[in-house]
Nanobody, 115 residues
C-alpha cells in the first residue's frame, strides 16, 4: 500500500509562513488527485486544498489567497505553502487522495499559530 509522510510543521507567529511537504512511497501523483486536510481539536477533518493530475488547484474559502498547493511528480511530493497564518489555522495537517478512496493516513504534521 502507498505510504504518506507529512513534514514541515511547527510553531509560528500569526502572519508567518510555513511550507509543508508530503512524500509518497510510489509514483502516484501523475495519475491521482491529491489534497491537504487538517483537523483541529474538537473539529471535523476538512479538505483545505486539492490538486488534480493536470496541476489544477482548488481551495477552501478559509484559506484561499493564503495557501498554495503544488506538486513535483518526479519527486513524488506534494507541497502546501501557507502564508499569512492565523491562529485558526492551528491543526494537524495531513495529505491524502482527494476522493472518497483514501490511502492509509500518515501521522500528519502539527501546525500551531500563536504569539
Amino acid at each position: 500500500q502507498v505510504q504518506l509522510v507529512e513534514s514541515g510543521g511547527g510553531l509560528v507567529q500569526p502572519g508567518g509562513s510555513l511550507r509543508l511537504s508530503c512524500a509518497a512511497s510510489g509514483d502516484i501523483f501523475s495519475i491521482i488527485a491529491m489534497g491537504w486536510y487538517r483537523q483541529a481539536p474538537g473539529k471535523q477533518r476538512e479538505l483545505v486544498a486539492s490538486i488534480t493530475t493536470n496541476g489544477n488547484s482548488n481551495y477552501a474559502d478559509s484559506v484561499k489567497g493564503r495557501f498554495t498547493i503544488s506538486k513535483d511528480n518526479a519527486k513524488n511530493t506534494v507541497y502546501l505553502q501557507m502564508n499569512s497564518l492565523k491562529p485558526e489555522d492551528t491543526a494537524v495537517y495531513y495529505c491524502n487522495r482527494a476522493s472518497n478512496f483514501k490511502f492509509p493516513w500518515g501521522r500528519g504534521t502539527q501546525i500551531t499559530v500563536s504569539s
